[in-house]
């Protein structure tokens, strides 16, 4: 008798251990890796992967930042999945790493943000190999260094996906954790500087009839709103909302002399198919506008965080992901936006179906990072389904 899918999912899932996961996530967080400095713990999740089977390496393009790839070949015929995360945690000091089988808890910076996420992919595959569930199509598990702001940049992630280290989708084992995220709005800094002619002068000596650069704010400042207002005015949910933020304005340094120069930052968030091209033409029309009005001369600086993405539903990640769910958790995994900027918009960019399933992060960057078992297992349980619903899978007999 051959098991559907179903059935290999929940064989699989069976397999995880709640008591190993608590164990893996201390051991992962108990080597520290803030942005920048992660070596010594991709070394180790390197080494997990080679034990747990995977061809594995490190790629040293970034040296104090390697890569980790590893690569779980199946039996043939079936498409490959991505695992994907990062290895980085963010900077900010931390009690030391502790584990509390009683309390079921990990804690310590990263337990939540992510290294409970990467322990969850490497149980949900040693799952597999222990129900002798053997997945068709490969399991690619990538993680890289370099994603926490302001230091990291994602430019280890986006030369992986360059390199067409990919898979046919990707899971991202963070976020995600009690919905499927199939789309974000992308997110760019904008910071435009007016300027005039002229050194710094008397208030009085200014006999000039054209503005000055605080006469451009203004002008600005009303075009900014006047364009913020129309994209608020759209009908869409909160977290879809296009938005345009005023944020710093900054101009003058005494009382009665006028400024050279002001500057005003913000932010602009945008839905598919806008891009940060797009956009820039946007801010690029309202800058011309004020500069013929004023003689002033503006410049635009768009610095693009994340862009704007939208899966296709009926990607099949999608529904290898909420089959899981439904297998081994029970009930509906809805759709539904990203709340933050993350990686599965730079796997988009590059053509890769993504998304998001990993643990509650609520805690993540908090002076009490930390997770719970339940959610380790989650995570690690949806993960394995995830592989056997995407990659295909057939039953090892012999292994049981
Ligand atoms: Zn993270």
New binding site residues.
Partial sequence: MTESLEELACLAAEAVSRRRLLNETYRFISVPSPTGGEAAFAALFRDTLSELGLESFLDVEFADSPSVIGRLRGTGGGPTLQLDG?TDTVPVPHEPPSVDFERDLVRGRGAA??KGGLAAICEAIRALGVAGVRPRGDVLVTAHGL??APLGDQRTLRSLLARKVVGEAAIIA?LGHANLATRSRGMSIYTISVRRDGPSMHEVEWTRRDAQPIEGVRLLLNALTARAEELTAEPAHFEERETLFVGEVRSGDFYNRVPTHAVIVGTRRYRAPLTKSDVMAEFEELCNNVAERTGLSLDVDLKEVGPAYALDPSEPVIAAVQASYRDVVGGELPLAPAQAVGNAADFAAFGVPAVYHGVN?RT?HSDDEHVSGAELERAARVIAGSIVHFCGADHDKEKR
């Fill in positions: 990062h943000d992510m994603h926490e963070e992060q993540a």
